[in-house]
């Protein structure tokens, strides 16, 4: 069974911090993965989209890096800001359609000042 | 452009009770999904549709029923409610059926069934 799952469930960290968010996945035959962020009463929006042969993207502040062989991703955000306190959702595509989509569970970033 | 639409944004049922939720794009969006998010869960899909008038069932369907009548449009059916619909239902959409092509997703409809 395709399953993703994302470390840590949460994380509190001072503004102006970085931190690395982390996802493993086990989805075959594996497509891309994406990073949603998720505001508290809003839906997902897309940060960044991995494919197979790519090992780093960067979207402003946030860089996400993919490991195919090891099947783990990572999502670096730098010089954290009050706005980045949010949820963090990995996605990973098997081949196929948008129906084939694995979401993981989250990352709930807060940022305090 | 609006995106992706939803309303109601908070809804309350009485057990058995039936309603729909509404999804409108206006972003000539082919592919349409539904999914609800439980606490500690990833989304899950419950129905997709790849055109008007072609629905299909996603991981879990079952207590839900959609049609897609328009582009833009994509109810979501509750038949019977029951308290394990309690759920923030999203919408989404994207171009095509391609897993390349991004979801833009809805604000969400946040049901309680008591």
């Known amino acids: 069974k395709n399953q993703v799952e994302q470390s840590p469930q949460s994380l509190i960290i001072l503004e102006g911090k970085n931190c690395t968010l982390q996802?493993?996945?086990?989805?075959?035959?594996?497509?891309?993965l994406r990073w949603y962020k998720q505001d508290t009463g809003r839906g997902p929006v897309s940060l960044t989209i991995?494919?197979?042969?790519?090992n780093t993207k960067s979207n402003g502040r946030y860089t996400a890096t993919l490991d195919a062989d090891t099947k783990q991703s990572s999502l670096h955000i730098t010089a954290s800001q009050l706005s980045d306190s949010a949820s963090y959702i990995c996605?990973?595509?098997?081949?196929?359609?948008?129906?084939?989509?694995?979401f993981g569970t989250g990352t709930r970033l807060t940022i305090i000042p | 452009n609006a995106g992706v639409t939803q309303t109601p944004k908070f809804q309350v049922l009485k057990t058995g009770q039936s309603m729909t939720l509404q999804c409108a794009q206006d972003?000539?969006?082919?592919?349409m999904s539904w999914y609800r998010q439980d606490p500690g869960m990833g989304l899950r899909l419950i129905h997709y549709?790849?055109?008007?008038?072609?629905?299909d069932q996603g991981e879990v369907p079952n207590g839900y029923n959609v049609s897609r009548s328009t582009t833009e449009d994509f109810p979501l059916r509750l038949l019977s409610a029951a308290p394990s619909q309690t759920s923030v239902y999203f919408c989404?959409?994207?171009?095509?059926?391609?897993?390349?092509?991004?979801?833009?997703f809805g604000p969400g409809t946040r049901l309680t069934v008591t």
């Open positions: 989404a959409s994207s171009y095509s059926t391609t897993a390349w092509d991004e979801q833009y």
């Open positions: 972003m000539n969006h082919e592919y």
């Open positions: 991995m494919t197979f042969s790519e």
């Open positions: 996605v990973v595509s098997a081949l196929g359609g948008n129906e084939k989509l694995t």
């Open positions: 549709s790849v055109g008007a008038g072609i629905t």
């Open positions: 996802c493993n996945y086990t989805v075959s035959p594996f497509s891309n």
